[in-house]
Every structure is written in C-alpha cells, then in structure tokens.
C-alpha cells in the first residue's frame, strides 16, 4: 500500500501570507503512460465532508479560488494557499488514487495566527 | 446539481451490523463509481472501498473484507454500505463520494455526502 505523509501537523499563518503544506507518497504516483500525478487535495472545515480542491496534482476544481494551487510530480507535492484567508481555515488532506487502495495523508491543521 | 444524500444517525451494539445508504441524483447514475470513506471522532480520512453503480463490482479495503457489502440499486440511484461485526472503533462518519472521473476508478472524488454518523456503543 501506498502510504501518505503530511506536514507539517498545523500551521499558523497570518491573513494574507502564504500557507504550504507537503505531502510525500512512499512510492510514486507518477503514471508514467499519461504523465499524470495520481494525487488530489482536499479542505475539510469542522462539521462539513471533505470538498475537492485539486486533482492531477496541479488542476484546480472549478469553483476553486486560484489562490490555491497544487504542484510537485512523482513523490513530493506541495499545497500552497497564496494568500491565506479566514475562511481557509480548516483541514486539508492529500490522497493518492494510483495505487489500489486510495490513501490518505494525516491531514495538516491551518489556523489563523 | 450533483447530490448524494445519505441516510440518518445511527446507533448499535457491538457485534451488529449497519446498512448506510446514499441516493444519487443530477447525474448519470451509473457513469460514476461510488467510493466510501470514514472519519472517526477528531481522527483523518480512511477509505473503505468502491463500487461500480452499473455491474455492482466492488473493491474493498483489506482492513474491511469480509465485513463490508456495497451494493447498488439502479433503479433508485441509491448504493449502499453495510459493515458487520461492528466495534467501538467502528464509531465515526461514514461518507460516500462520487469518483471524479466517468467510468474509471482512479480518481479523485468530488462530490460527498452529508455523511453518517455511526455510534457502536453497549
């Protein structure tokens, strides 16, 4: 199994900074046929399910502000908020979908400073 | 609009079993597999398993084999997740989701239920 490793745990940053968070997959998630990373992000705010963010490692979903973005390819990826806002508050999680199963990182805490 | 509205609170014993259920609608039913995951109490994200809406086949967590069942009813877009045995660590909310992707399993999922909260308590 693939296993999925975030970090940091929490962050605090202050309004308008810039947040990253980084996740590392314990084999890659790179198919090699298609040049995809198998990997997408997700925010999670207290009492809501999880809301996609960013698949293919990089492709915002519709509806996203672009202040989130996605990068990083094979087995180390990155989630940067640009411009952290208050409603960015919450959880977010990346997950791997090469692999059977999907796996989960350990989630990263985002709070205000 | 996309939505998978998922069935109420529930609360049972240890050893009982729970069935789930999550009735889609605004889409094609059967384009899109189902994946279920859970979430216990202040903890993260654990996928459980997949099912194609279609033929009813089913990938499941080795974790969960052989206390899992998902099926599929087309005529009610409605699929549904029951888990046996069940244990206090069997406490969390269940969520079904729809893979991103048409008529593949490896994706990413983006729309989610409201979620279950299952409660396994003597």
């Known amino acids: 199994d693939i296993v999925m490793t975030q970090s940091p745990d929490s962050l605090a940053v202050s309004l308008g900074e810039r947040a990253t968070i980084n996740c590392k997959s314990s084999q890659t998630v790179l198919y090699s046929s298609n040049y995809k990373n198998y990997l997408a992000w997700y925010q999670q705010k207290p009492g809501q399910p999880p809301k996609l963010l960013i698949y293919w490692a990089s492709t915002r979903e519709s509806g996203v502000p672009d202040r989130f973005s996605g990068s990083g390819s094979g087995t180390d990826f990155t989630l940067t908020i640009s411009s952290l806002q208050a409603e960015d508050v919450a959880v977010y999680y990346c997950q791997q979908y090469y692999g059977s199963p999907p796996s989960f990182g350990g989630g990263t805490k985002v709070e205000i400073k | 609009q996309v939505q998978l509205v998922q069935s109420g609170a529930e609360v049972k014993k240890p050893g009982a079993s729970v069935k789930v259920s999550c009735k889609a609608s605004?889409?094609?039913?059967?384009?899109?597999?189902i994946h279920w995951v859970r979430q216990a109490p202040g903890q993260g994200l654990e996928w459980m398993g997949i099912i194609n809406p279609t033929r009813g086949s089913t990938t499941y967590a080795q974790k969960f084999q052989g206390r899992v069942t998902m099926t599929t009813d087309t005529s009610t877009s409605t699929v549904y997740m029951e888990l046996s045995s069940l244990r206090s660590e069997g406490t969390a909310i269940y969520y079904c989701a729809r893979n991103q992707q048409p008529g593949i399993a490896s994706a990413g999922a983006d729309y989610w239920g409201q979620g279950t909260l299952v409660t396994v308590s003597s």
């Open positions: 605004g889409y094609p039913f059967t384009s899109y597999y």
